[in-house]
């Protein structure tokens, strides 16, 4: 009887087509995560300081039949304190003095300064329903006024007209994260916290910082430039939340 013999079986290589299959899928196991990781950060650290309306305007323009706002749950009129006048280029103080505008938080308190000299002091409201930033940053645009919408339920607001609004940013917080420093009418508690961000000031405070920090005002909406730079903001300290 003939003994048949076992014929082994090689097996086959693995198709070119395969390995580049593969290769994709290690691949994206690799990056899918990384590229995820990446948009949560940069999705907390973009928010922007009005989280619904940003900065979508840059217009500065008055809106005339928008005169109802909403703060904390309460309905504000908007006072209609515009007019062609008070956008007339205007510059207060010396304009070869080295203009300084500092926030000490812990104070709750905002000095402009011309070189060492103090020229202003006023009371302001930072942030209670979200962190004011700390640094150094410089004033990128001025807005005659501006809407600002934000929070969410209880301290939901939507605030037409908010005036004499000056955004300020760095490297590290950009101009899409809507910080400025504006006037307020919609509360009257200044040298308390009560922003969601933002530096609040009475409007007649604003005024005055407004007309005095660079760029100079030259109308509705004015940009910083190269040859037109916005005045250094330094915020520091840390608040007391009420």
Not at 78 to 94: E, R
Not at 205 to 227: H, N
Request: charge should be positive; charged fraction near 20%; aromatic fraction near 12%.
């Amino acid at each position: 009887m003939r003994k048949i013999s076992k014929v082994s079986r090689r097996k086959k290589p693995a198709s070119f087509g395969y390995l580049i299959r593969m290769y994709f899928v290690l691949c994206m196991l690799i990056v899918l995560p990384a590229l995820l990781g990446i948009f949560v950060i940069n999705k907390t650290n973009n928010t922007c300081a009005n989280s619904i309306s940003c900065i979508k305007d840059l217009s500065g323009k008055f809106e005339e039949n928008q005169t109802q706002s909403v703060f904390l749950g309460k309905v504000i009129t908007a006072p209609a304190y515009i007019t062609d006048a008070d956008i007339k280029t205007t510059v207060l103080g010396d304009t070869t003095a080295k203009k300084v505008i500092k926030v000490n938080l812990a104070t709750q308190h905002l000095y402009a300064y011309e070189d060492d000299r103090l020229v202003y002091n006023f009371p302001v409201s930072t942030g209670k329903w979200g962190k004011t930033p700390t640094g150094t940053f410089h004033i990128w645009v001025k807005l005659r006024a501006t809407r600002m919408t934000g929070g969410s339920g209880a301290d939901f607001y939507d605030l037409a007209n908010v005036p004499y609004t000056m955004f300020f940013s760095n490297n590290e917080v950009p101009a899409s994260r809507g910080y400025s420093i504006h006037g307020a009418y919609w509360h009257n508690n200044f040298g308390h916290t009560m922003s969601h961000g933002c530096i609040n000031m009475r409007t007649e405070d604003a005024k005055v910082i407004f007309d005095w920090a660079d760029p100079p005002t030259t109308g509705y909406s004015t940009r910083a430039l190269d040859t037109n730079l916005g005045t250094k903001v330094a915020i520091y300290g840390e608040p007391l939340i009420e």
